[in-house]
C-alpha cells in the first residue's frame, strides 16, 4: 500500500520539472536523455547569443529576446539539477534546496534591476508575478482543464491550507504601502516599516521550514521533490551543472536587466507595464509551463498547488529577501511601498483566488474570466 | 425518472414570471388567464396615464411615477411573451432572448438618459441595480424565507458558480475606476480603457452563450426557459404582444428619464440617490419580486440563483453594450469610471455575497444585516 | 440522550469565565472556591493600589498599569457575579446580562475617554480591539492549539454563521468613514450619518435578542450562560458583588482615563498606538485568556466562537452606543468615521478571519501568520 503513492509521487515529480518522457525513463537509463540534452543545447547556445548580442552589439530588442531566453532555460536546468541532488538529500532538503534555487534567476534579475536603480521596475515584477500566477496561468489551467475534463476539483485541504497563508503573507506585504498612503505619520518611516515586515515574513518562512523539511517540501504543499527514480546523474556532475547553471544566471540576469531598458524604449513600451508583465512572465516562464501542463493531464488539485504556492513564496521570501540585501549591498533601496494600483490590483487578484478555492471547483468559464481579468489590468499599465 | 424534473422545472418556470395562478394551469386552458390579463390592462393603463401625464402635463411626480409604473408592467409583459414564445424555439433559446429581453427596459432608460446627458445617473443606476440585488433583494429573500422556513440553504454548485462568475466580472467593471484613480498614466484614457474592458466583458459573455443555449439558459445557472407547460398564446399573438411591449418600453422609458429630472427636483432628491435608488429598483422590480417569491416557497436556492444572477448580467452585458452603444450613437459618453463611494459600495456588496454564498447558507438575521447595509449605503447617497 | 449535552455545555460554561477547578466543583460545594477568592482579593488590592497611585501621586505609569490591572480583575469579577446569578433567571436572560455586562469596563472606560475629549483614542480602541481579537487572540489559539493538537476544525454552522454576521457589521461601521472620505457631499453629514448607522445597528441587535433569549445566549451563536451546575453564591450576595464591581469598573476607569495620557507621553507611546493596542488589549484581558484556554484545550471551534463573537458586539452594539450617548451626555461627538488606516486595517482582518472560517481548519503556521499581521498593524500605529 506503500509502493504505489510512492511510485506516483515520483512520476508526478519526475515529470514536473522534465518532459513526459523524462518521466517514463526508468531509474537504470542513461546519464542524459534526450530532454536534458534538449535544456542543456537550448541554454548553451541562448547563452552564447545573449552574449554575442550583449558585447558585439545587434539592437537592444534581440538582446532583451535573447537574454530572456537564456534566463529561462537556465533556470529548467537549475531545476533539473536540484532534481538530480534529489535523493540525495532526501526529499525534505531538495524540496528547500529547490524552493531556494527554483527564485533564483529572479533574485539574480531582482538584484541587477537595483543596482541599475530600476525600483520601481523591481515593485512592479513582484506583484506582476503574483498576478501572473494568481489569474493568468491559473486561467489557463482552468481553460485548458476545463475544455479537456469538465469541471475540475480544487479543494484538497492543502490547496486550500496554501491559499489562506497566500493571503495572510500578502496582507502583510501590502500593509506598508496602506500604512505609507493613507497614515500620514507612517509615511517617513516607509523604510523602517518595509524592514520590520520584510523580518516578521523571513522569520514566518522559518517557521514553516521543519514542517516543510520533514514532509519532503519546502514550499509547504508543493508535492515537488524531484526524484524521478534513481537519479540518472553522478554527483558531481549535478553539482557542476548546478554551479555552472547558477553562475551563468547571475551573468545572464545581468545582461537581461542592461537590456532590458533600452529594449523597451524601442518597443515604446513603459517601465510600469515592463516590470508588471514582461519581467513578471520571463522570470516564472518555466514554473507556469509545468502548472498548465499539470492541469491539462487532469492534476487539477496539484496544479492549483504548484500556481498558488509561487506567489507565496514571493510574498513570504523573495520580496523581503531583496528589502533586505538591498540595504545591506547599498543597492538602490527596495521598500515594500508600492504603487496603489499595484496594491489594488493584487488585493483584487488574492482575494478573487481565494474564493475560487474555496469555492472547491473551477471551470473554463472561470478561467477566461481570470484571464479577462488579467488583461484588463495589464492595460492598465499600458500607460506607464 | 425523467419526468418528474421536467414538470418541475415547468412548474418553477411557470411560477417565475406569472402568478402562482398561471402555473397551475393546464397547458390545455384558455389563452389568457387571469394574471395575463391584469398585466395586458394594467400595463395599457399605465402607458395611457404616462402618455397623458407627460404631454397634457400634471406635474413632473405624477409623470414620474406613472411612467415608472408602465416600465414596470411592460417588463411584465415582455417577460410573459417571452415565455409563451418559448418551448417554439426550445428551452436555450428561450432563455437567452429572455436574458437579452429581461433588460431592454433598463437598456432604453439608460440610452435616453445618456441622451439626456445624464452620465451619473446612468453610472449610479447600474451600479445601484447591483447593490439593490445583493442586499436588498437578497436581504428580503433572506428574510421572508427564513422567517418561514427557518434557516436555508445556498449552496448549490451553481449558485456558487455564478457568484465566481459575479465576482470576477464585478473585479473586472470596476478596475478602470481604479486605475483612473490612483494609477496616474491611465487617466487620461479611461475612455480607451473603458472600451477594452467593455470588449472584454461582451467577449466573455459571448463564450458563454454556447453552454447556455445547450443548458437551456443563458444566464447561465439560472432555471428560466419559461414554458408553462405548452404555450397558452399563438404564435402571432405572443411575437406581436412582445413587439408592441417593447416597442412601448422605449416610448415610456423616455417619457421616464423625461420626468426623472423635475421629479426629483420637485422631491430634493440628489441625482446620485435617483440613479442609485429609485431608478435601479424601477428597472428591476419585476425580477425582485419573483426571487422574494421564491425565497417564501422555500425554494432558496432558486432564489439565490436568480437574485444573484441579475447583477452578474448588468456587469457582464448591459454595462458593456452601454459603453459601446454611448459611443456608437454619439450620446453623452459612458465611461467604467465610476465614483469612488460607488466602487466601494459594490466592492462591499459583492465580497459580502461571496461570504454568504460560500457559507452556504441563510436565516432572516443575515438577511436583516443585508437590509440593514443597503440603507446605510443608501443613506450616504442621499446627500448628493 | 438530553442529558449528556446539557451537562456537556455545563462544562464549558462553569469552564469559560472560571478556572478548570470552577467547573469540576460540585454543585454542593462551598459558596466561594479559591479562584473565587484569587479574584475578589486581587480586584481588592488592585482597586486600592490603583486609588492610592491615583490620589497620592507616584508616577503616571504605576498608576496607569495599576488602574489597567484593577479594571481587568473587576471585569472577571463582573463576569463570576453574572455567571452565579445565572440559573436564577434562565440561561436566556444570563446570555443577554453577561453580554451587557462584559463590554461593561470598555463601555465605562470609552465614556470617559470621550469626556477628556479624546475620541481618536477611542475610535482607535474600539478598531483595535476587533484586531487584537480577529488577529492576535485568534492567532495565539491557533498557536496553542496547533502545537497541542495539530490541525483543527473550525467549520460549525455557528461559527460561520456569526462570522457572517460579524462582516455585515463590520461592513456596515466602516461605510460611514468610507463616505466621508470619497463621496464629498456626504462629508458635512458626518454626524448624522453615524448616528443613522447607530440606530439601524442597535435594531439590528435588537431583532437579534428574543433568538438569544430563547437560545440561550445572546452573543447568538457562543454557548455561554454561566451556570457551572447550582449557583454557588446567595442571590444577595451575586447581586451586591455585581453592583460593588459595576460601581468600582466605573470609578477605576476614570483613573484608567486620567493616567493613560500622562504615562504614554512619559513613555513616548502615540495615542493612536495606546488606543489601538494597550486600551483595546487591557479592555478585552479576560475575554482573550478564555478563547486562548479553549484552545489549548481543543475546544477550537468553541474557541473560535468566543473569539469572533467579540469583535460582532464592539460592531453591533458599544460603538453604535457610544454614539448614541456621547450626543445624549454632550461629550465629545464620537462619530464612525474612522481614521482611513483604522478602516484597511480591520478590512483586512476581517476579510482574513472569514475566509480563515470558510477554509473551516486551523493550523499553528496560520496561527502565526495571523500574529504576523496583527505585530506589522501595530508598528504602523506606533508613528502616531
Known amino acids: ?4 503513492p510512492v511510485r506516483d509521487a515520483q512520476g508526478d515529480v519526475g515529470w514536473q520539472y522534465g518532459s513526459m518522457t523524462a518521466a517514463a525513463t526508468p531509474a537504470s537509463g542513461p546519464a542524459f536523455i534526450r530532454s536534458d540534452w534538449l535544456v542543456l543545447g537550448g541554454s ?6 545573449a552574449g554575442l548580442t550583449r558585447y ?17 532555460l537556465l533556470a529548467a536546468l537549475v531545476g533539473r539539477s536540484v532534481e538530480q541532488l534529489g535523493d540525495r538529500f532526501g526529499p525534505g532538503a531538495t524540496g528547500v534546496l529547490q524552493s531556494a534555487l527554483g527564485n533564483l534567476p529572479e533574485l539574480f534579475i531582482s538584484l541587477f534591476a537595483l543596482k541599475a536603480g530600476l525600483v520601481a521596475v523591481v515593485q512592479a515584477a513582484l506583484i506582476g508575478s503574483i498576478l501572473a500566477n494568481l489569474l493568468l496561468v491559473l486561467g489557463l489551467c482552468f481553460v485548458v482543464g476545463g475544455l479537456r475534463h469538465g469541471t475540475q476539483a480544487l479543494g484538497s485541504e492543502r490547496a486550500r491550507g496554501i491559499t489562506v497563508l497566500m493571503l495572510l503573507s500578502v ?4 500593509l506598508p504601502s496602506m500604512a505609507s498612503y493613507v497614515h500620514t505619520p507612517a509615511a517617513p518611516h516607509e523604510g523602517t516599516l518595509s524592514l520590520v ?4 515574513l523571513l522569520l514566518l518562512f522559518a517557521l514553516t521550514l521543519p514542517a516543510s523539511l520533514k514532509r519532503g517540501s519546502s514550499r509547504l504543499a508543493e508535492p515537488t521533490g524531484g526524484e524521478a527514480g534513481a537519479p540518472r546523474w553522478s554527483l558531481a556532475l549535478a553539482v557542476g551543472l548546478l554551479a555552472a547553471a547558477s553562475l551563468l544566471a547571475a551573468f545572464v540576469s545581468d545582461w537581461f536587466v542592461h537590456a532590458l531598458q533600452p529594449a ?13 508583465v514582461i519581467v513578471a512572465i520571463a522570470g516564472n516562464a518555466i514554473e507556469n509551463v509545468v502548472g498548465v501542463q499539470l492541469a491539462a493531464h487532469n492534476q487539477s488539485e496539484y496544479a492549483f498547488a504548484v500556481v498558488v504556492n509561487s506567489p507565496l513564496q514571493i510574498a513570504l521570501v523573495l520580496a523581503p529577501l531583496l528589502v533586505i540585501l538591498s ?3 547599498g543597492l538602490a533601496p527596495l521598500t515594500l511601498v508600492f504603487a496603489p494600483m499595484l496594491v489594488l ?9 481565494a474564493f475560487i478555492t474555496v469555492d472547491g471547483e473551477s471551470n473554463w468559464i472561470e478561467g477566461a474570466a481570470l484571464i479577462a481579468v488579467y488583461l484588463i489590468i495589464a492595460t492598465a499599465f499600458w500607460w506607464g
Not at 523597451?264 to 508588471?276: K, Q, R, V
Not at 490590483?345 to 483566488?353: E, H, Q, Y
Open 327 to 329: 540595504q545591506l549591498f
Open 44 to 49: 548553451a547556445v541562448a547563452v552564447v547569443l
Open 1 to 4: 500500500m506503500d509502493v504505489a
Open 345 to 353: 490590483a493584487v488585493a483584487v487578484a488574492v482575494l478573487i483566488t
Open 264 to 276: 523597451m524604449a524601442a518597443l515604446h513600451i513603459s517601465d510600469a507595464f515592463a516590470g508588471l
Open 56 to 72: 558585439l552589439g545587434g539592437g537592444a530588442v534581440p538582446a532583451f529576446l535573447c537574454s530572456a531566453l537564456a534566463v529561462t
Open 197 to 200: 515586515v520584510s523580518v516578521v
Open 171 to 174: 496582507a502583510a506585504l501590502v
